[in-house]
């Protein structure tokens, strides 16, 4: 009878013993349990708001540029220019654009102007120092282009060399080029071409002296009454100025997304380019290279047109 009650009292203990430990235990279970959450609570509340400015960093800092920048619209050329763009009401302007406009509607990390002429040095070097560029010593010359035109071009180089070629600019004006540089590069023609003219006697030396008077910009549309008249202002007087020199203020070079190309002749070095986003643009200026952003299949879409002209293809604006 006694060791019944002492085998009774000794379970009852180990009841006990076992309800508590498994108490404790669930205890502690609950207590992790409760645990995750807090402390993750509390992780993700000290840690959202800088994981979310963070988010909102790379949002606005990198990823927001860069879809407005790679985005393509439907909607052709003009759906695709930039936004705010300075749409030209004028002849000249919309002559600039048909010829020139095709860098305007560049992706691929590449910035637009907004505007198809810089009216002066001041307006180029604002667009110029917002940029983000990218300096190389290429074949001996030192070359400024927009960082995301000189990383493609320099895996067009690599490209290049691997297959024994070279690709390097015509000289020392080969990329970025400021207003004045525009300038020097148009009176080279213009003058030349008013005297060629005159001497023809297909103009008065007093109206060749009164165009001279003018400033570059307002020579532009003269220039172009001319050339409608029959008398060109390329350097060999066969064509129209704009296959031979931009309009100041007009260049592709200002962008700093062109690229003057001295091995142009080779059909596998503009192969290779093009590989790498980099385009001929203006017709029949035949070292003149500009960085569009996209592959080939993707530039119709931009609202562009491939035109061939002597064996070679330019993208023009479809307009
Ligand atoms: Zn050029």
Not at 69 to 86: Q, R, V
Not at 112 to 140: D, H, R
Not at 213 to 227: D, H, M, N, R, T
Request: with cysteine; aromatic share 8%.
């Amino acid at each position: 009878m006694k060791n019944k009650y002492l085998l009774f009292f000794s379970l009852l203990i180990l009841c006990f013993i076992t309800a508590a430990c498994w108490s404790s235990d669930s205890k502690n279970k609950r207590d992790k349990t409760n645990d995750k959450p807090t402390p993750s609570s509390t992780v993700s509340e000290s840690n959202t708001k800088p994981a979310n400015d963070l988010t909102k960093n790379t949002d606005s800092e990198n990823k927001m540029p860069d879809n407005s920048n790679s985005e393509i619209k439907s909607g052709g050329f003009t759906a695709n220019l930039p936004s705010g763009f300075n749409q030209p009401s004028d002849a000249v302007g919309q002559r600039i654009l048909k010829d020139y406009g095709a860098l305007f509607v560049a992706r691929g990390g590449a910035t637009s102007p907004k505007t198809p002429i810089f009216k002066n040095e001041s307006e180029v070097s604002s667009f110029q120092s917002g940029l983000s560029k990218a300096a190389e010593n290429l074949g001996g010359f030192n070359i400024e282009l927009q960082a995301a035109a000189m990383k493609a071009l320099k895996d067009a180089i690599s490209e290049a060399r691997q297959n024994n070629l070279t690709i390097t600019p015509n000289g020392e004006d080969s990329g970025k080029r400021d207003y004045a540089g525009t300038v020097r590069l148009w009176a080279s023609r213009v003058n030349p071409g008013l005297t060629h003219w005159v001497g023809k006697g297909k103009l008065t030396e007093s109206e060749a002296s009164r165009i001279r008077a003018l400033s570059p910009f307002e020579q532009v549309p003269e220039i172009f009454k001319l050339e409608s008249q029959g008398m060109f202002f390329s350097k060999d007087l066969s064509k129209s100025i704009v296959y031979s020199v931009a309009p100041p203020g007009t260049s592709q070079h200002l962008s700093m997304l062109a690229l003057d190309v001295k091995e142009h002749d080779s059909a596998r070095v503009r192969e290779i380019l093009a590989k790498h986003s980099w385009y001929q643009t203006v017709v029949s200026d035949l070292p003149h290279f500009t960085f569009l952003g996209v592959p080939e299949n993707q530039l119709s879409g931009l609202g562009l047109k491939k035109v061939s002209d002597k064996g070679r293809s330019y993208w023009l604006p479809s307009l």
